[in-house]
């Protein structure tokens, strides 16, 4: 926190980005202040031109930590939050926890897998998504981001079903596995 309030990062769709401190931010209201570094003026912006608004713990953040996509080192800190996968249009993608996920707003809260991450939270704009998972199918996600098996009993070993997958065969239709467990909702389910 600085001295006008949470230091956040709000990343537009356009790829603009403005760094800062806010007082004023509501997952409910249409638009927000932020008074970028080194400005005494705030800066009215409106979350529907948004991608994400990032709180962070410092506006410089570590350039070199490489962001971990994965549930593993933080499924006990979650509590009952559900685990969380998101793609954003521009590719970019966000593993993390939620609490609630009220269609009625025009985002929610997402607090990152990655327990070393410099972001505290995401407030996470559904116009800016291209895909959103929970729970199995996030997990699903993940292991798909990290180049893992999808299922993780194959690691133990391969089935002649799995065949195909190891050798870089796309299955055809009829020998597909069912679809993963949870919640999927792709561009235009929203």
Same mark, same amino acid.
């Given at each position: 926190m600085s001295g006008y309030g949470l230091l956040i990062v709000a990343r537009f769709r356009d790829g603009t980005v403005v760094g800062g401190t806010t007082a004023d931010f509501r997952e409910d209201r249409e638009s927000f202040h932020v008074v970028a570094d080194g400005t005494a003026s705030p800066i009215r912006v409106a979350v529907e031109e948004l991608k994400a608004v990032f709180f962070v713990k410092t506006l410089i953040g570590n350039h070199v930590h490489q962001e971990s996509k994965?549930? @593993?080192? @933080? %499924? !006990? #800190? %979650?509590?009952? @939050? @559900?685990? +969380?996968? +998101? #793609?954003? /249009?521009? $590719? #970019? #993608? /966000? %593993?993390?926890?939620?609490? !609630?996920?009220?269609? %009625?707003?025009? $985002? &929610? &809260?997402?607090?990152p897998a990655d327990s070393q991450s410099n972001i505290e939270r995401a407030f996470v704009i559904r116009k800016a998504m291209r895909a959103y998972h929970e729970n199995e199918a996030a997990e699903q996600a993940a292991l798909v981001h990290e180049g893992r098996p999808k299922d993780p009993r194959s690691a133990v070993g391969l089935s002649p079903d799995r065949w195909d997958e190891m050798l870089g065969i796309r299955p055809s239709p009829s020998r597909r596995g069912p679809a993963p467990r949870g919640k999927s909702y792709f561009l235009g389910d929203w």
């Open positions: 994965s549930f @593993r080192h @933080r %499924a !006990a #800190e %979650a509590g009952g @939050r @559900r685990k +969380v996968w +998101v #793609e954003f /249009l521009d $590719g #970019e #993608e /966000l %593993a993390g926890f939620t609490d !609630a996920n009220d269609p %009625a707003l025009p $985002g &929610f &809260f997402l607090y």
